[in-house]
């Protein structure tokens, strides 16, 4: 075979393999279908009223974004990487720890921040 046919057929693998690569990346980032194309939400204790009172309280955007830091996504409550059900939850409402696949999780909140989110939280039920 000539240099001009390998070089054509060693391009032409390195661009199937990045498109099969960007498919399985594609494939991983969209909703699964299990749950019609909707992120899957937990049905949670206090509802949305708590999601949003916490979402505008400064203490406890602080808790998320430490959960967010240590990749707990909403919606993933499943999978064991919740943000309020696995993260949230056990930090402001005590019980136990942040886990995943299980194992405590050590989130790096203020205990005065914990103190005032959980206050916030428990006025708006």
Known sequence: MSSQTLSRILL?????VSVM??????A???PSPATGGAPQTA??????????AAEQNPACQRIIAECKNLGFIPGQWKKDNG??????D??????????RD???????????????????VSHQR
């Open 83 to 88: 943000l309020w059900k696995d993260c949230f």
């Open 90 to 99: 056990p930090v402001v409402k005590g019980g136990g720890s942040a886990t």
């Open 28 to 30: 991983q980032m969209t």
């Open 102 to 120: 299980g194992k405590p999780i050590s989130v790096p909140v203020n205990g005065s921040d914990v103190q005032s989110c959980r206050a916030a």
């Open 43 to 52: 049905p949670h204790k206090g509802g949305q009223n708590m999601v949003a």
């Open 12 to 16: 032409s693998s390195v661009f199937l």
């Open 21 to 26: 690569l960007a498919a399985d990346v594609a």
